[in-house]
């Protein structure tokens, strides 16, 4: 076999090329590693860098937002907490289960991509089930019994009873396991628990899927510009029950959410 | 005598050498000359990344390499430099948000799960259950307004201390017990249902005692904290005015 003459001319060159640059860097070993050194300063100098330019970021959100007298909250997606601070200090850090943004938890949430879109503070506009409305009784009802609703003592006195919660919300109100929150900003939280998650429920949900995404092919045909709540990003943050039904009653519309950059979110 | 002589062996047939098309005799130097040129090629700039690329993890930094820095030591000194400020900006404020923390003697009141804790700096010194509020609305039938029984959230301070407090019962009392409102002050006034003891958070809002013990643990009130007679007589004994309440 023999090869054109033009293509060994040019292995010969190139071996003749990588062999005498190898002999000099034979020859600059030691400044070799003495680069490296610095290299190695350089990288470290790097990563120290953006930890305290993260670190920074997150302590400016802070500052700003414990000089007020207001609690705040950070959703931390990579730690999967939630913890509620008044005046920079951490009162209460609720772990999440799992963070998802689909219903059924198979998409994980890109930290990175949220934070891009909601590095601003997050204002809750509605707790769904919040604020259930009081219906005060009949007036005419107690005036036919001779009983008064708000006076337990009369009610004790004449109905002979040890004790009579007549007080209005004495039982108390039992806080949804399976609810969503909206906030100002075009990001839905919608917190659930294992225990929402049976099979008929399941169903459920991928039904009420099928029917968004029919409704929304049907709107796109008729031509429908999409709606706010299509561009919505819904975040599932799946919990204990107990802890979905405190952090019910313990989040109230005006409350702001911080989401913590991410190690690796673009500051 | 016949001399036998060995068969002649028949001639091979001969081989007929079968013309090589042009191109496989052109292109299979070439491209094995190609691969060991590829593979030396490889080896070496390998062995040359190993030094010259300063950073090899997968994020941002990685694109500040040394190529792009041009001189390391420039780069290093800029790098510090850098560091050194945002280490400053950290110092600043870690101390900004250090003078606005809860110290001393402080209450907590977690309206989640209900509990109030009585804290000396970190250390939980009492922790109560309480009840706080149920969060229902509530509308007046002949009025356009509407309350809702949330208890607020925030930094608070203790600003009266009262000994054997009186209700006077404002209009929702009326509206939600279905009752007209009364015509004079007295009919307000309700004696012996806050307990032994208050703390007057302000706007109406105060932590104190109940009648309906058993319902500590609910979110039952108004917005009011209700706490236990035992619990409420040691936290209203420790604090004094102008003691920080925090409510989450």
Known sequence: MRAPTPVLA????TSVALSTGARTEATGATAARAADGRQDRYRSLLKERRALHRENTILEIEAKSAAAKSPYIFLDLEAATLEFRVRGKVLKTYRISSLSTDSRGKEPVNAEELWSKFSGPLMVEEVQGGQPELVPPDPEAGRETGLLFSDPNQLREETGAVEVDTDAGILGIEAPTDYWIRVKEPLMLHIHSPKDQSTSRQALQRFSDVLSSIGSAVSSLWGGGSSARDADVTIWLTVEPEIAQQLHHSLLPGETIWLVPPHRARL | MVQETAPTPEPAPPVGRRPRPLADLILRPIVLLAAIWVLIAAGYFALR???????????ADALESVE???????????????????????????RQIHSFRPRGLHLVIDTGDNHLYLMDGETVVRDAIVSTGSGVRLADPDNPRSWVFDTPRGEFQVIRKINDPVWTKPDWAFVEAGEGLPSSWRERVEEGVLGQYALDLGDGYLIHGTLFERALGLHVTHGCVRVGAKDLEAIFKTVAIGTKVYII
């Open chain 2, 49 to 59: 990344s190993d030094r010259s690329v300063a950073v090899t993890e997968d994020d």
């Open chain 2, 68 to 94: 792009a820095v041009g001189d390391l030591d420039t780069a290093i000194d800029k790098v510090e430099k850098e560091v050194q400020q945002l280490e400053s900006r950290n110092r600043r404020l870690r």
């Open chain 1, 10 to 13: 040019a292995l010969l060159v």
